[in-house]
């Protein structure tokens, strides 16, 4: 028989950073794609607005490698937002083998539209956290995912790399 004690979960999963940052990340991909669907948005394209807005106009190259999104989803995606009006997508004069993509006024209206959806799932997400709490909790996870992504060479991490290149540097 099935009773409430049955739902607990073991401490040692519980006192684990990767097994609760795994269930976070479930929830979070479940609350954000439920706003998201109910307005009929999409999260790559909120992450390329989001990067043509504080960056300016990319390769799609640049964008999938800044938004970390494989290349065929950004070329994808872009031929999306295009046919909304939300970017403009033209050969770049300086090398006509790759596209240029730029914000346009449209899309800036629809990143700050969607921005909104996703700032109400952030409160939600942190309403048991006091204001200062949740800007010390955003800086930690960054922290680690920094960590985490940084190349394991030599088990020491450099100090800086080179995004477009992948090449370390002092």
Known sequence: MDTPADDRVPTLLRSRPSW?????????????????????????HYALLA??????????????RRCRIDRSYVVEAVGELEVAGRVLRAPDPADRRRN????TGEGR??????????DDVQDELTAPLPATEREQFVHQLGRVLDHVREPRVTGKAPESRDLDHGVERD
């Open 20 to 44: 609760l940052v795994t269930q976070l990340a479930t929830q979070v991909t479940r609350l954000v794609g439920e706003a998201f669907d109910a307005a009929g948005y999409r999260r790559y």
């Open 51 to 64: 990067a043509l807005d504080e960056f300016g106009p990319a390769s799609q190259a640049t964008l999938g």
């Open 100 to 103: 240029v993509v730029t914000l």
């Open 109 to 118: 209206t629809h990143l700050a539209a969607m921005t909104r959806t996703l």
